[in-house]
């Protein structure tokens, strides 16, 4: 038998922002299929139109675009196998639940809410299944004439899944290995509503997978519960043979305690839960998101690589063409895995220290900008490659290297305190001289010409170099004392210490 191509797919639903689980799931996906050179496929499954959000499709869409994971086709890409939105699919649903009714496997049911409700009442821990249906208004106990009397009445109904109840469902799972369940804990699922001329999840979801040739189902450990149902579905339509693999990624769990990650724990500590900013069209609500917190892509990326798969050894910064190579489904945990946000905030703080200067400057320009500074390019960089090992966002470079543009205006006053002895303003009077006849400002010269100076007077070297640093930064904070002159200039190094003396004296 030839292998069969490799083809996958992320299917969220259109019902708010992407949540971090499920850009993880996404990222599984797409390592998994370009290992495999195969393809990935973008299908919005909305055919829930009561949990429709405008503009969820298109957040969806962005959020992939600024983590740098293409499909290779599916809304919005194109490809042979659509459309790729499940609403625009209806005729193809309506086809194959037919198939179902015909062979006996899916029955239309005409039970009311109210009806329901009420044989819920009266049966504890109804479900609607072989032991009860016989009991229900649905074409195994109505006349095919009923039947098709309350169709052309106009009456609403559902089409269900007849499970057979007593047999054993194995589903093979690449993550959890076999997990059997008995058929008779299952429900006849609605597959199709007539009220909005829609199937459901499970039936498109199904038809779907078939009809775009998917060869693996790698998702949520939210839809393990769904899975026996969908072999069935499988069987029923004879596709057994073609049936994906399934891989249900193991959940994430609060970064504390116990339990399910959710919104919540983000808000309370302080960390998104989505990739982008979203602003809720119905609430209004404003989250926040990896990317406006000031997350790089691939330190998202990496961070959530990690979330439930590991290389098989301690290695922790790959690149998403390492994770490619490294990805193995049969290395993802069964159990949940923690959200770790401070660790995220740890891969972040790597990012910046693994891409270029040039490249985080061009990130820390804007944020000059919003304090007034506009510098020239080379300086930026030069000030991020001395400080960029201080932070672990690109706007925290502001509050640890704004000295550099800005002159100091105050002088902290612990510092003054501690540091601004008697003979200070002397002695940095002094060195302004030395400094001003230093022709070869660099840090290497500058250095040694005042540490023989330094020498020469007996002064005490670390009375000098904090006062110095009190005048150019204006507290005790900063790189070595000779990368700030430098970076400062002869002259703009002089006019700090002049001032200085003149405010501190
Ligand atoms: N539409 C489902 C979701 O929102 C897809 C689940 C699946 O991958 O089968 O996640």
Redesign the pocket.
Known sequence: MTERRVRV?????PTGALHIG?VR?ALYNYLFARQHGGDMIFRI?DTDSNRFVPGAEEYILESFKWLGIPFDEGVSFGGDHGPYRQSERREIYKKYVKVLLDAGKAYIAFDTPEELDAKRAEIANFQYDASTRMQMRNSLTLSKEEVDALIAEGKQYVVRFKIEPNEDVHVNDLIRGEVIINSSILDDKVLYKSADELPT?HLA?IVDDHLMEVSH?I??EE?LP?APLHVLLYRAFGWEDTMPAFAHLPLLLKPEGNGKLSKRDGDRLGFPVFPLEWHDPKTGEVSSGYRESGYLPEAVINFLALLGWNPGNDQELMSMEELIKLFDLSHCSKSGAKFDFKKGIWFNHEYILLKPDEEIAELFVPVLKEHGVEAPFEKVVTVVGMMKNRVSFVRELWEASSFFFVAPTEYDEKTVKKRWKEDSAQCMTELMEVLAGIEDFGIENQEKIVMDWIAEKGYHTGNIMNAFRLTLVGEGKGPHMFDISWVLGKEETLARMKRAIEVLS
């Open positions: 797919r992320f299917a969220p639903s499920g799931t499954e999840y979801n189902v998702r949520g839809w769904s």
